[in-house]
């Protein structure tokens, strides 16, 4: 029988170093940040025409229960069919998460080799990535775990360190130890060595083998994963993990769990090996990574979207929503949103994240969520607001439909502005094309819906004494949102 390759992708992470473009409602992992498609798309796609003896299934997929439909959405626009999604209510790092893909993997009986994959890295040489991935389906189906290590072109203090053996075994190395993150003398000494490796957090291991280690190693983990699976319901392409079990699993990652043990436990008969990766790795962690993959134009500048520069060298301009110039730059990080600005020096971008943690502190949404915030069903933005006023931009996917809802405080108008509009409004049902209108009143029971196909745009003007997301009744809804928490995912 032919052993198959699982890829399970981890879309956990919120990026804060990314900030203000990735949040936690919008992390990097769905937005384009090195060419046209997003980085979960590319992770999914990354493995599409690898030759040799594998046999590709399609892709497993850990995420937040929140981003469930940012996931699913983003995988029909890249074509991706078949593909589970794993949804975990509550972060608990890598461990836990390939633990529960594991046991989804083989509960149809099947022992596929899995190669975990974060959904936020960018890999420009696919050919030699595949060529790796093929070393490491060898060595892994062979009962090893293999992880990559990133061969290292500079002292880089912003990643982690795998540090080797020397003799070569089928185009793996023995791993020796894990390093954390170094100062500027112990990288230039890791360099200098020779036998270090940036640790791209990478992993290709049999389902069964890494189910054996976590036995071995973390039963705790494994003991709540399973429980958790046990009670797990299924749904469309969504797998639910039971929530209370899995949310008591301790957290911790696939280095800690497992990796760094493997070389200490020889009697286990789980080699812990590593593969030199050199296929344009990035994690793009930072805006100064995001710039390092990006092309430069003559004065080493890269620039995404509308944005003007003179005299300006080895910068980076990212603009969201409207021009951004600069004159005279050196180093500098211009980054804009409709919401917030960032400027920064890019030999510190790393601390953008005391930013965010700062915004948190404060209470301010802005380390949450963008203004223009992302719906099963499609997308509002709110482009003006004030004391008992709101106006938001909403546009409803074809055929898509809001929940049958009510609020208790606000009122809203309704002005359809491109498309056709069904509109439930108390006993009446109505179609409304471009430049008409309803008025919904306060505790009518509402529901919008697109019957076309194509977008249907309307402008909403709310009006009350309450404007939060949290003011929402909700009777039926096509997504299951009706049991779940009032607020998420209006």
């Known amino acids: 029988m032919t052993d198959q390759l699982l890829p399970v992708i981890l879309c956990g992470g919120s990026g804060t170093r990314l900030w203000p ?52 959405t983003q995988l029909q626009q890249a074509q991706i069919e078949n593909a589970r999604i794993l949804l975990e209510p509550t972060g608990r790092n890598t461990a836990p ?9 083989v509960s149809a009986g099947a022992d596929p080799v899995m190669l975990a994959m974060p959904a936020d890295h960018v890999i420009s040489d696919r050919k030699a990535f595949h060529e790796s991935v093929q070393v490491a389906f060898n060595a892994a189906r062979a009962g090893q775990m293999v992880t990559f290590g990133i061969v290292a072109d500079r002292p880089e203090t912003g ?42 957090g990478l992993f290709v291991v049999r389902a069964s083998v890494w189910l054996k280690a976590m036995k071995a190693f973390r039963p705790d983990i494994l003991s709540a994963c399973e429980q958790s699976m046990n009670g797990a319901q299924r749904d469309m392409d969504f797998v639910r993990p039971e929530s209370n079990a899995f949310q008591s699993s301790p957290s911790d990652s696939i280095d800690y769990a497992v990796m760094e043990r493997l070389p200490k436990m020889p009697e286990l008969g789980i080699q812990a090996r ?22 430069h134009d003559a004065d080493g500048n890269a620039i995404i979207g ?31 949103t409709p919401d917030a600005i960032l400027v920064a020096d890019m030999r510190r971008t790393q601390d953008v994240k005391k930013i965010v943690a700062h915004l948190q502190t404060y209470g301010q949404a802005l380390a949450h969520s963008h203004r223009k915030v992302h719906r099963p069903w ?42 056709t509009a069904e509109v439930t409004n108390g006993d009446q049902v109505l179609l409304l094309g471009e430049n008409e209108s309803t008025f919904i009143p306060l505790g ?33 809804d096509t997504y299951g949102r009706v049991a779940e928490k009032a607020g998420v995912n209006n």
């Open 306 to 336: 509308n944005a003007v520069q003179h005299g300006c060298t080895n910068s980076l301009f990212l603009s969201s929503s409207r021009l951004v110039t600069g004159v005279g730059l050196d180093n500098i990080a211009v980054v804009e």
């Open 159 to 200: 990643y982690g360190y795998i540090q080797h053996g020397t003799t070569e075994q089928g185009g793996t190395f023995e791993v020796q130890s894990f390093v954390e993150k170094p100062d500027l003398v112990r990288a230039q000494s890791y360099l200098a060595a020779g036998n270090y490796l940036w640790n791209s």
């Open 274 to 295: 590593v593969v030199p990766l050199k296929a344009g790795w990035s994690d793009v962690g930072a805006w100064d990574a995001l710039w390092a993959v990006r092309e």
């Open 97 to 105: 998460a390939l633990t529960i893909a594991a046991l989804q993997a």
């Open 21 to 72: 473009l990735s949040r936690e409602t919008y992390p990097k992992q769905f937005h384009a940040l090195a060419g046209d498609s997003s980085m979960l798309q590319d992770t999914a796609t990354r493995l599409h025409g690898i030759s040799g003896d594998v046999a590709l299934a399609a892709p497993l997929l850990v995420c937040n229960i929140e981003h469930r439909f940012l996931v699913a």
């Open 378 to 419: 499609g997308w509002y933005d709110s482009i003006d607001y004030g004391e008992r006023f709101q106006v938001k931009r909403i546009v409803v996917n074809p055929g898509a439909s809001l929940s049958l809802q009510m609020h208790h405080h606000r009122a809203e108008h309704w002005v359809v502005v491109k498309g």
């Open 444 to 476: 009518h029971v509402h529901r919008l819906r697109n019957p076309g196909k194509l977008p249907l745009e309307i402008v909403e003007v709310q009006s009350g004494s309450y404007l939060g997301e949290d003011d929402i009744v909700r009777f039926e």
